[in-house]
């Protein structure tokens, strides 16, 4: 499995989990497949581009920060666009940015540039 | 009449063992070590300007065989070229009757100085790169018969090397069919060999394989690994093989698994290649499961989780935090 293909994996399943989660918070349950939906969406954007990352750069490090600021940034713009509720949402999809960047850095075979 | 001191008599002693060099291009430095058969000496290549070590018979018409078997080791170590065997350059008779081979100097350390320091995985390399001459050697049909740690140099830069070919003998290839031009090429090197038959027990006791210590005729390169099990098993516990249930109390149960594969009293059930070997360590190194050792399902878990701790580590934080979060606002 190829790093954007483990991004876009792993940032789905992760996606779909979080918001599968609003499930637990009374007010949400009625739109519960639309945040599944869109999380889930959301989720698979971040994966891809962070494993775009990975592909280009090798740093674990790197990886991360990435991984962090892509899952913050994605999730305030859905914050935003709910207008509230902002630490709910930017933790969780900071943390998901910050696993698949892990991942991706960490997993999946590493390509070599080309020589010309 | 007056007797000889120790002091003086020990010094006639040494003169005697001094090789004639006259006559050849080698210079004598000292004295480096000393075996049943012969002597080691540093020496001076004067034509070549390089040290080089001079392997020296202590008798000029020794019993067993043993200058023909100098220069079988010669020959076997000039059909093996490979980083990890120390090369022989030169070869003959001295102006005193006496057998000599001429090898590479080799200035390092032997295995169980260079180890003192090691940590395991390092160690588990180390024995990966001993393997590797070996299999290059039993591709094409030679077999050590003497490997133990003493016969391992560790160089200045890293760089290993199996020694003391002396007892090799050529045995079956270790290559598929296809291959066997390589092992048929040296097969008349064989008729040269001094015959070591039955009952005629060769080798290091403790490194030696059963078959090898019971003096069967047909050992085949699977003795060799025998012994590099035994290597392992010292590289591991820091003890000779034989108290291998004793001394491998610390040592991982995987890693027990292969030392004890690797020194099965029936051939059959050891390792059938140096790499088979290697290929095991390689796989425990990275966190695999290994062919000698089935594991249960909680050992399992363990090296998974061992294998992956900090992603576990970061997800199990992701849940916990979700949790956090449903509880909350239950509240």
């Known amino acids: ?116 | 009449m007056k007797s000889l001191s120790h002091r003086v008599v020990a010094r006639l002693q040494a003169g005697m063992q001094l090789p004639d060099l006259n006559g050849t291009r080698y210079n004598l430095l000292r004295y480096l070590a000393g075996g049943g058969m012969g002597s080691v000496w540093l020496a001076e290549d004067t034509l070549l300007k390089r040290r080089v070590a001079l392997k020296v018979l202590d008798l000029a018409a020794p019993a067993d065989d043993l200058d023909v078997r100098l220069l079988s080791e010669a020959r076997i170590l000039a059909g093996l070229e490979h980083p990890g065997i120390v090369p022989v350059h030169d070869a003959g008779t001295l102006a005193d009757g006496r057998a000599f081979c001429c090898m590479k100097y080799v200035e390092g350390q032997t295995l169980a100085q260079h180890i003192a320091t090691l940590k395991l995985p390092d160690r588990l390399r180390l024995l990966q790169r001993i393997a590797e001459p070996l299999d290059f050697a039993h591709a094409r049909g030679f077999i050590h018969r003497d490997l133990k740690p003493d016969n391992v140099m560790i160089g200045a830069f890293g760089e290993v090397l199996v020694m003391d070919w002396g007892l090799a003998k050529v045995g079956v290839s270790s290559l598929e069919a296809g291959e066997t031009e390589i092992a048929t090429a040296v097969q008349p090197m064989q008729n040269s060999l001094p015959a070591t038959g039955q009952g005629r027990v060769l080798g290091t006791r403790g490194y030696m394989s059963p078959e090898q210590a019971r003096g069967d005729i047909e050992v085949d390169y699977r003795t060799d690994i025998f012994s590099l099990g035994a290597i392992l098993t010292f590289m591991l516990t820091g003890s000779a093989p034989g108290e291998l249930p004793a001394a491998s109390g610390r040592m991982p149960r995987p890693m027990r698994a292969i030392c004890e594969k690797a020194m099965a009293a029936d051939p059959n059930a050891r390792y059938q290649s140096a790499a088979e070997l290697t290929a095991d360590l390689a796989h425990y190194l990275t966190g695999a499961p290994v062919s000698a050792y089935s594991e249960s399902l909680l050992e399992r878990a363990g090296r998974i989780y061992a294998q992956h701790r900090t992603a576990v580590a970061l997800v199990s934080v992701y849940l916990f935090m979700r949790l956090l979060f449903i509880l909350l606002a239950r509240r």
Do not use: C
């Not at chain 1, 305030?76 to 850095?105: C, D, E, N, R, S």
């Open chain 1, 1 to 116: 499995m190829n790093k954007i293909v483990l991004g876009l994996a792993l940032g789905a399943v992760l996606g779909a989990f979080d918001g599968m989660t609003a499930w637990f918070t009374p007010e949400a349950r009625a739109e519960i497949v639309g945040i599944v939906v869109g999380s889930t969406v959301k989720g698979i954007i971040a994966g891809v581009l962070i494993g775009v990352f990975a592909r280009k750069v090798h740093s674990l490090a790197l990886g991360i920060v990435f991984g962090l600021a892509v899952g913050l940034i994605l999730a305030f713009l859905v914050a935003y666009l709910q207008h509230g509720y902002y630490f709910q949402i930017m933790l969780p999809g900071g943390m998901v940015g910050l696993i698949v960047g892990y991942a991706t850095q960490k997993y999946g075979p590493v390509t070599q540039p080309r020589r010309a």
